[in-house]
């Protein structure tokens, strides 16, 4: 029997930002979930809104305030989904510090215990082309968590079930 594997992507105000969006997609499942993030007042203090990760994800401040999640109720149906599941990201050196961020805000998660250890694309495909895969998809008008999980996950479906 395989493990399901999911694919994680976060959407952040900036590279030294804070999560906006979390999504993920499970391998083969042809569907994805995804929460925008409301943010957290002490990530408005420390932490940089930039314009130009605005324009790349079409998602404004005003747009978090109003439809965003507080963080207990992005994580809840997060770790319920992917509950046994092999949890990888294209960019867990970016994706783990946003996702910190998401659990560090929580009420519920006060300690390190029960936080979700995100693994490299590449441990698990160690030969998936990812530079080519993200050639083939720059021309997406916007990028967002969920969508951008699904298409990695849709890929790696269909590379994986044609080795099979």
């Given amino acids: ?24 997609s499970e391998v083969g499942a042809g569907a994805y979930e995804s929460f925008l993030i409301r943010p957290n007042p002490s990530w408005i203090s420390c ?3 930039d ?16 439809e965003g999640y507080d963080p207990d109720a992005v994580i ?7 509950d046994g599941a092999i949890v990888i990201s294209d960019a867990p050196e970016f994706d783990q510090f946003w996702l910190d961020q998401l659990f560090d805000a929580s009420y ?4 390190k215990e029960g936080r979700v250890a995100l693994q490299s694309i ?5 030969k998936f082309d990812l ?9 997406r008008k916007k990028h967002r968590a969920g969508p951008d999980a699904l298409a990695l996950s849709n890929h790696l479906y269909s590379i994986t079930s044609n080795e099979e």
């Fill in 76 to 82: 809840f149906p997060f770790l319920k989904a992917i």
């Fill in 122 to 126: 590449h441990s698990v495909f160690p």
């Fill in 47 to 49: 932490c940089e809104w």
């Fill in 131 to 139: 530079l080519k895969f993200e050639n083939e998809t720059e021309n």
């Fill in 1 to 24: 029997m395989h493990k399901r594997i999911i694919v994680v992507d976060l959407e952040a105000s900036g590279w030294n930002g804070y999560p906006i969006e979390l999504g993920w």
């Fill in 108 to 111: 519920l998660f006060t300690t």
């Fill in 51 to 66: 314009p130009s990760a605005e324009d790349a994800h079409g998602v404004s401040f005003e747009m978090l305030d109003r």
